[in-house]
C-alpha cells in the first residue's frame, strides 16, 4: 500500500444492455496492493462491471485507463495480456483435466523439448497447493473435486502468473467457514504480491474483514466509494438499499385458510440445510435471499425437479414425496420457471400451443385434442394477461422478455393449480408487464390458489407477500409478516454470518 | 379476393390442420368481417364439409356466428340484434362492454372487507359494484346514488345510509350543500369512486362540478381511496377536476388499458388493479 500506482481508471463509462438495464457513468480507480470491494443488490449491476474490466463488453461511451495510459480493450484476451484476470461466478475447469492441469493452463512449464514437463507440474502444483493450505492431490481429475473445492481452486489460478488486477465475482457464495478463510489467505497473498484486487461481494462481514475500499453499487450506478475505516454495517445497508417503491403492488387482503404445504427440516445436498415453513391457503409466501443461499434449489425441491436427500413435504396435513414434476403437477403443485428462454418457451412452436401444453389434459376429447376449444382458451387468455397483440399464430420466441413471462406465466394458469411457486417471475421484463405478472398473481390468489414467490427483488417481496421468508446459507433464518419487516432487516438477515 | 400471403408462416407450410384453419378463419374474419364457406374451401383446398364443421366447432366456442352460407363476428351480431345487455355506452357514445364494467365491480368488491364501513358515489360502475356486495357480510354503506340505496334495502345484514340532498334525475342520485353537510358526519373506511377522466399528470376528473365537489370532500373523509375508472377514460380529462392520484390511492380499471398508462402507474408507485379475471380456480 506504499505505492499509490493506480492501476486502472475508469472514466464515465456507460454500456445498455436492455430497456431496464444498465451501466450509467462509472467512475472508479484501483490502486495497486489495495482490495477494493463492490457490494449491491442482486441486480444492481456488479457483474457487469467486472465483465466490461475484463473486456468481455465493450463500453458505449467512457475511457480506460491502465498504468496511466488510455487503453482500447479488443477484447478478453487482450485484457488477460494485460494481466487483467476475470474469475466468474461459477467455476470454469475442465472437468477430464488434472487439477495441476487445471490450475497452470496458462502456464504450462515446458521441458527442453516443448514438452509437457509433468514432474515440474505437480511440483509446482503441491507446492502452491501447501502454501494456500488446501489438501487435494494434483493428479485427481478436477470433474472429481465438490464445489467449494472447484470455487478454491478458481481462485487460486489467480496466483499463478503475473496479474495486475485481479476481478473475482463472489468467490465466497457457498463456501464454509474454513473454506472462506483459505479465500481469504489467498487474496492477502494477491495484495501483498502488489496486485490490485476487485472483489463483488453480497456478504457486509467480509466486507469489513479484508477490504480496503468499498463501492456500493445501486441501479447500475457507483453510489458511493469509501475506505472500509468509515463505515459500518447498518449505514453500509442503507445506502445499497435507497427509497423503497412498495404502494404500486396490486394485493388484495384476503383472509388465510388453513395450512397447505408444510415444509419441514429440508436437507438437499449442501445447498439446503434444514429448511422449515408453512404456507396456508390463498397466502402469498415471499422467499429471498442472495444469490447461491439455495432459493431457486429450494423451488425445485418443492416441484419434485430435484429429490431432497432428507426432510418430508406435508401436503394437506399428509406426507408427499415426489420424484418427478409430474407427481408435483398431479398434486396441483406447478412451477413457474426464472429463466423463461432456456425452460419455458417452445422453439418453433405456435402460441397455441405454447400456452396449453402444461394443460392438454383439459382439451382431450375421443378422436384427440379439441383444436376450437384451444383456439378460442388462447385467445381469452392472451386477452386477459395483457399479450399484445397476442394472435393465435404468432411464434413466441419472437416476443420480448415481457410478453414471454406472460406467455409463461398464462400457461400455468391454464393448468388450474392450488399452489404456484413463482421463480423470479419479473426479472429483466418491463413494468407495463410486471403491472400484468402481479395482477395475474393476485387473481389467483382471491380465488384460491397459494403462491410462494420465490424473488430477490426486495420492493415485489414487501410489496406483493403476506408473509416474507429469508434464505441464507440454505436456512431460513427470518419469517416475518410483511407489516413487521423492512428492506434493511431483510438485507441484514441475507447477508449476515451464518451460526 | 383475400391475399393468403398476408398470413405469415415463420416456418413455412400451407393451414392444413384444423388448428391452423381456425388461425386462418379467424384472420379472414379479421379483415373481411365475414367469411363465405365456399370461398374457403377454395382458399384452403380442403372441402366444404369440413369448412362447416370448422365453423360450427368454432361457433361452440363463441368465435364466430354462422350465417347462411358462412359466418360473421360476434360483435356484428349483437349490434344488429336488440341485445342491450352485454353493451353499455359511456357519455362519449362508445360502446363499452359489460363484461368488462362486471370484472371492475368484481376486483374493486375483493377490496372490501366483511365488516367494512364504505361509501359509494353515483356511475354505473358503482352500481355494478354494489351488486357484487351482496354477500359480504355486515357491511356499513354510505352513498348518494338512489338506486344502489334501493338495491340495498331488503339485505338484512347490511346498515345503509342514504345522503340527503338535491336529487339530480339524470343520475339519480342526490349531490348539493344539503348532501356535503351530511358527509361531515361520517368517516369511512373506503370510499369507492368512479372518474370520467384520467390525465397525463393523474388528474382526475368527472362531468359535473356537483360530483367533484362532493368527491373532493369525501376524500377527506377516508382511509383508503378507491377510484374506478374505464379505460377508455385515460388521457382524457372530463373538465370539473378534484385533485390527482396520489401514492396510497387505489384504482381499478379494465384490462384493456394501454401498456403506457400501466408503466406510468408502476413508476409513480401507484397501484392498478387491471381486472384481468383470468384463473379460473383450482381444479
Known sequence: MTTECRVFELKNVSKRFNESFALDTINLSLLSGEVHVIIGENGSGKTALLRLMAGLYAPDSGKFFYNGQEQQFQGFSQARQLGIMYRPQEPQLFDNLSIAENLFFDHLPRNKLSGLDTIRLYDKTKKLLTELGITLNPQALAGTLGYAQRQLLEAAKACIGNNALVALDEPTASLAEPEREILFSIVRRLRESGASIVYVSHRLDEVLKIGDKVSVMRHGKIVDTMPIENIDKSSLVHRMTGELMTERYPRFTVPKGNALLEVQNLHSGHILRGVTFTLKKQEILGITGLMGSGRTRLAQCLFGAVEPSRGTILLDGKPVRFRSPQDALNRGIALVPEDRVENCILRSQDLVLNLTVASLRRFKKTTGLDSAHMFSLVKDYSDRIGLRPGKPGDYPEFYSGGNQQKVSVARWLAKRSRIYIFDEPTKGIDASSKVDVYNAISDMVSKGASVILVSSDMEEILGMCDRVLVLTGGKIVCDLPRDKVTQEQILEYATGEEE | ?283
Open chain 2, 1 to 283: 379476393m383475400f391475399d393468403l400471403e398476408c398470413i405469415v408462416y415463420p416456418y413455412g407450410g400451407f393451414p392444413l390442420f384444423a388448428l391452423e384453419r381456425y388461425r386462418f378463419i379467424d384472420k379472414y374474419l379479421d379483415e373481411k368481417k365475414q367469411v363465405e364457406v365456399h370461398a374457403l374451401s377454395e382458399l384452403l383446398d380442403v372441402s366444404e364439409v369440413t369448412i362447416r364443421r370448422d365453423l360450427e366447432k368454432m361457433e361452440k366456442n363463441g368465435l364466430l356466428v354462422r350465417t347462411h352460407g358462412g359466418a360473421v363476428r360476434i360483435e356484428e351480431e349483437a349490434g344488429d340484434s336488440p341485445e342491450p345487455d352485454n353493451q353499455f355506452t359511456d357519455r362519449e357514445g362508445n360502446a363499452v362492454h359489460l363484461e368488462l364494467i362486471q370484472e371492475i365491480a368484481a376486483t374493486a368488491a375483493r377490496l372490501v372487507m366483511d365488516g367494512d364501513t364504505i361509501m359509494l358515489f353515483s356511475g354505473p360502475l358503482c352500481r355494478a359494484l354494489a351488486r357484487q356486495l351482496q354477500d359480504k357480510q355486515s357491511l356499513t354503506i354510505l352513498t348518494n346514488d338512489i338506486d344502489i340505496a334501493s338495491g340495498f334495502s331488503r339485505s338484512g345484514n347490511k346498515r345503509l345510509v342514504l345522503l340527503g340532498g338535491d336529487l339530480n334525475p339524470d343520475e339519480r342520485a342526490v349531490f348539493g350543500t344539503l348532501t356535503m353537510d351530511d358527509l361531515q358526519r361520517f368517516h369511512v373506511d373506503r370510499l369507492f369512486t368512479e372518474v370520467d377522466g384520467c390525465g397525463k399528470n393523474f388528474e382526475l376528473s368527472v362531468h359535473t362540478q356537483e360530483k367533484a365537489m362532493l368527491v373532493r370532500e369525501g376524500r377527506q373523509r377516508t382511509e383508503e381511496f378507491v377510484i374506478l375508472c374505464l379505460a377508455s377514460g385515460f388521457e382524457k380529462s372530463a373538465f370539473y377536476s378534484f385533485g390527482s392520484a396520489r401514492s396510497g390511492d387505489l384504482l381499478v380499471t379494465d384490462r384493456t388499458v394501454p401498456d403506457e398508462i400501466k408503466q406510468r402507474f408502476f413508476d409513480a408507485n401507484l397501484r392498478m388493479y387491471t381486472a384481468p379475471d383470468i384463473f379460473e380456480g383450482a381444479v
